[in-house]
């Protein structure tokens, strides 16, 4: 037996013996992983040579065990089920219900948006009526007549004959067949266009003629030492057409119809500087802000000064209103005082706190008539106050209710939004709608907002993408002007026009070079003059001639125009 195990064929032997051992505890050993340690046989994905060990214990070779894994099924190609799909969605028809676009994101657009609005209307009525057409009528179904209800029951009776086939005239045929269809030379089926007869007639209808303004300034002045300060008030355009312009210790005069320009006063000798100025409604009176707290006022048609107020404020003034013979004036010492010019003292009637920072805003209702009761005024704490000086107070309890500063009736405002962001300059009332109000904030805010003075709600609000410097509403059409200033994102220092109340934009006019601060319109209500930190003055045709009324027109019958 020795002699057989040191042969030849007993080393193969043994060797083949020592192999099935050791092959049987590696193939049922777990693996192991070699940087996380952890087994990757009881993993849920199985081992492509993952092996078990019989339960006899013989040591030979384990059989391999049959995993199950999941199958899959795969077509030739994936056919999307349109039984659930909206075509109104597939085509892009859906309405504009989605979240709005952050007003930080939102951009002034451009003068070309009213025209891409009307084409892209246009473009969605024809493809709602090329995709999703209207079903044709069909014929009704014919009713079986409802039986007569009789006493007695009729006896069942022979139907009479008729004929299977009838053969009529095409003349008494209905004229709904083909056959009369066709004979329509206006038929569909003659027409040579791609489109429906329905978005035919849409595209050969007269389309809305827009309006154009001129995108350049007719008239540049030159305005050295314009100051570039958003608080102050520096242009404003009488009733007899003539614009008075602050120029730091002077005020000049330009007289429209003949282009003179005059100097109405100079206060470099006492170290002031102009912060304000504001006409009278009907007349040549100008008052005078300045830096020191002074308030003068002026006759235009003289040169001369009428009054001066020494201590009008403890700060500087940057606005002024006038109503009728009232003249408002706001400081930076966040008072508002009221004076009547008809009267000799120089202290005032009134005086309103409503802001606890300076005053930077203000406007009358109305061209100072009897109904002009009402008074904006916004300042840099980004408040709005209504005021009402003929002495009615609403109740104090109220979301916006300002009656927190007291006193007398008269002295707390009307009504308070707080609803701006930033410094709040722009105040414009509505001359075509009773009671409305538009204000515009600064940097921060960037917002036209709509207020119903009446209610104290806010009725719309329009992000522009910029500071809004200035608003005024056109006398001859339901639009509005806003200058704007600084901008993160949009092109900066343009004049914006816009129709209300929809809020489209009707054009954009650009040409200077810093922030519009100033802004005022003329007497016809067809130009606006605007002033920039660039120390120029630009004229614009923004509006159309105001059209006259059937009894504004001449009558034949009206003999007083022949007299000479």
């Given at each position: 037996m020795s002699g057989l195990k040191n042969s030849p064929f007993g080393k193969r032997l043994r060797a083949s013996h020592q192999d099935k051992d050791d092959d049987a505890p590696r193939r049922t050993r777990p693996r192991v992983g070699p940087v996380f340690g952890l087994s990757l046989a009881s993993a849920s994905t199985p081992s492509l040579d993952s092996w078990t060990?019989?339960?006899?214990?013989?040591?030979?070779?384990?059989?391999?065990?049959?995993v199950p894994r999941m199958?899959?099924?795969?077509?030739?190609?994936?056919?999307?089920?349109?039984?659930?799909?909206?075509?109104?969605?597939?085509?892009?028809?859906m309405d504009d219900g989605g979240p709005s676009t952050p007003a930080k994101n939102r951009i002034i657009p451009s003068e070309s948006d009213a025209l891409k609005e009307q084409a892209n209307a246009i473009f969605t009525s024809i493809l709602h009526t090329e995709v999703t057409p209207p079903s044709p009528r069909r014929p009704v179904s014919p009713t079986r007549p409802a039986p007569i209800a009789s006493s007695s029951t009729a006896p069942p009776s022979t139907p009479t004959r008729r004929r299977l086939f009838t053969y009529n005239s095409p003349s008494t045929s209905n004229p709904g067949t083909p056959t009369r269809r066709l004979d329509t030379p206006t038929d569909e089926a003659y027409s040579m266009s791609p489109v429906r007869a329905e978005s035919r007639q849409l595209l050969e209808s007269p389309r809305r003629k827009l309006r154009s303004v001129c995108k350049t300034p007719y008239r540049v002045l030159d305005a050295p030492e314009l100051a570039d300060d958003f608080y102050l008030n520096l242009v404003d355009w009488s009733s007899t057409n003539v614009l008075g312009v602050g120029l730091g210790a002077c005020v000049y005069l330009w007289t429209a119809h003949n282009a003179a320009v005059s100097k109405l006063c100079d206060l470099a000798d006492t170290g002031d500087t102009i912060s304000s100025v504001?006409?009278?409604?009907?007349?040549?009176?100008?008052?005078?802000?300045?830096?020191?707290?002074?308030?003068?006022?002026?006759?235009?048609?003289?040169?001369?000064?009428?009054?001066t107020y020494q201590h009008a404020h403890a700060h500087r003034i940057g606005a002024l209103a006038w109503n009728a013979h009232v003249l408002s004036s706001g400081s930076r010492d966040?008072?508002?005082?009221?004076?009547?010019?008809?009267?000799?003292?120089?202290?005032?009637?009134?005086?309103?706190?409503g802001h606890r920072q300076e005053v930077c805003g203000l406007k009358w209702s109305g061209d100072g008539g009897p109904g002009?009761?009402?008074?904006?005024?916004?300042?840099?704490?980004?408040?709005?106050?209504?005021?009402?000086?003929?002495?009615?107070?609403?109740?104090?309890?109220?979301?916006?209710?300002?009656?927190?500063?007291?006193?007398?009736?008269?002295?707390?405002?009307?009504?308070?939004?707080?609803?701006?962001?930033?410094?709040?300059?722009?105040?414009?009332?509505?001359?075509?709608?009773?009671?409305v109000l538009a204000t515009g904030g600064g940097t921060t805010d960037k917002h036209i907002r709509f207020w119903n003075v009446i209610n104290g709600t806010m009725l719309n609000e329009l992000p522009t993408g910029s500071q809004v410097c200035n608003l005024v509403w056109s006398l001859t059409s339901h639009e509005l002007v806003s200058t704007h200033g600084f901008s993160s994102e949009t092109a900066q220092n343009q004049i914006c026009i816009w129709k209300y109340p929809t809020l489209n934009m009707v054009a954009s006019l650009t040409g200077h070079t810093h922030r519009v601060l100033y802004l005022a319109m003329s007497p016809d209500g067809e130009t606006i003059v605007t002033g920039a930190g660039d120390e120029t003055l630009r004229f614009w045709n923004a509006f159309p001639k105001k059209e006259k009324n059937e009894r504004e027109k001449e009558s034949r019958l009206d003999y007083a125009r022949l007299i000479r």
């Open positions: 060990a019989t339960s006899d214990g013989s040591g030979g070779p384990a059989s391999p065990v049959d199958s899959r099924e795969y077509g030739d190609r994936f056919v999307p089920s349109r039984d659930t799909g909206d075509i109104r969605t597939s085509y892009q028809l504001s006409w009278v409604q009907k007349g040549t009176t100008l008052a005078v802000g300045t830096l020191s707290g002074r308030m003068h006022i002026y006759d235009a048609n003289t040169l001369q000064i009428q009054r966040r008072m508002v005082h009221h004076r009547d010019v008809r009267e000799a003292t120089t202290r005032p009637f009134k005086r309103c706190l002009s009761a009402s008074l904006a005024s916004g300042g840099n704490d980004n408040k709005v106050c209504i005021w009402d000086l003929r002495g009615s107070r609403r109740a104090a309890s109220g979301a916006s209710s300002g009656s927190e500063d007291g006193g007398a009736p008269g002295d707390a405002p009307l009504w308070k939004f707080h609803e701006h962001t930033a410094a709040v300059k722009a105040l414009a009332w509505d001359p075509h709608l009773s009671g």
